[in-house]
């Protein structure tokens, strides 16, 4: 049995004890009052009945006889099952005589005999009024609730009085009787409420040990696990957002998997693609080091390729580190309202001397005037890349276009060109680091300017689309209006 378990049956057993206690002892002071109240009324309706009889039959006897001693033979047929009757002692109060007679042993006492609050209590009666009292335990050795109601003639006259005491010993045992019933009924209860706890406790802590294995899963690493707990209430509301955290950690896990793995990629291409430049560089000043090659012309030749692999060197680094600056999070670009026809021109007219060499026009298709917030530099350079790939790739003669097209709800620029077109299995890994188009090597560039043009369009929320096919290809950059304007 688990801690939880045995806490919420000690505590189930210590609630249930605790208002059975308190229920049983409002009970019990509620049937005590009751059942006292109501042997109380009994008493005075028996009491007042025995006084209505006995002031008819004293009225009948001859005048001066008003004294219980006197009319001792006239009474002494009623007084003989007067007990039986009354089911109580009953006593008979003279007026005149100040004698009290026991119905039960007819045997007569004085006023005198009794406790001076016995005495007090029997004058009230005969001065007229109705009482219940306990003050005659004493005298009658055991605990009792007496009544006393006066006997009254038919003129009003008081005649005497009449006693009825009643032992409270079966009250005590009325009582008594109700403790053990109540005591039987909590143990019962005590009996039934075990399983019922121990039920209620698995349903609370099967969930959370279900819920303790799959944290410590987590904490291990293992992702995969659910809890799969479905609860109206908060410990479902737990086990849903534990969950959910898995679920996270399970995606932060593979997009950690990824990045290394992409890191791994990019450090074996990174290498190759320095080593390439550096080894033909090293080979050639070795070869002019060790005097192997001497002739002039050799010599210049030599000369003209370490320069260009250290411009294509230079490229790579600066492209590298371009790419960090834009993948960090903390660079930040100079967004400013940008005519987009205007900046079309302005990279029509920069690129082209690189397109008249193969004979090549670029051609713009401009719509309506559109005005968008970006980073005038950072966009040129990203338009650039795509204008500067489709001219390296279109045959001689072609032309290039750079297309607009505004619709309600999205502006789109393309770069269309009438090269080769791409092969439809490298179009996925098209803009992954070092990808260099295979069919055209000696155009190839760093590998990079798509990658950094990804990244300027994720900086200014637009999206690359890429079309091609043999003779034709575009590369269009989506910008959606509704999104960036809501």
Known sequence: MSK????????????????????????????????????????????????????GLLENHEKGQRSMQQMQGGLGAYLSFIDDIAMSDVWLIGMDDQMVTRAKEKKQLEFKEFPRDVEQLIEEVLTGKTLVSENFSSVLHEANLSVGVPILGSDGQILGGVFLHGPIEGLKEGRRSQFILIAISLGLALLFSFPFAWVLSLR????LNRMKKTALGLASGDYSLKNNIVQSDEIGELAGVMDVLSLRLMEAKLEQESREEKRDVFLANISHELRTPVTVIRSSLEALCDGIVTQPEKTKEYHNQMLKESIQLQ????????????????????KEPIAMGELLLDIARSMESLAVKKDIHILLEKTQPF???????????????????????SP????????????????????????????????????????SRKEREENSGSGLGLTIAQEIARRHAMKIEVESIPGKTQVCFVYKLQENHS
């Open 396 to 435: 001689k003669g072609e032309d290039v276009f750079l297309k607009e097209e505004i619709s309600e709800d999205s502006y789109c620029l393309c770069v269309i060109d009438g090269g080769p077109g791409i092969p439809t299995e490298e179009l996925p890994y098209l803009f992954d680091r070092f990808h």
């Open 4 to 55: 939880i378990s045995r806490r919420l049956m000690v505590y189930f057993t210590l609630a249930l004890l605790l208002l059975s206690l308190a229920l049983g002892s409002i009970f019990g002071v509620m049937f005590s009052s009751y059942t006292k109240k109501l042997h109380r009324q009994e008493l005075i309706t028996r009491a007042e009945n025995i006084s209505l009889s006995l002031g």
């Open 371 to 393: 005005v968008m917030e970006g980073d005038y530099g950072r966009l040129r350079q990203m338009i650039i890349v795509a204008l500067d790939n489709a001219i390296r790739f």
């Open 315 to 334: 490229r790579l680094v600066n492209d590298l580190l371009e790419l960090s600056k834009l993948q960090s999070t903390d660079f930040s670009m100079k």
């Open 204 to 207: 609370f802590t099967k969930p």
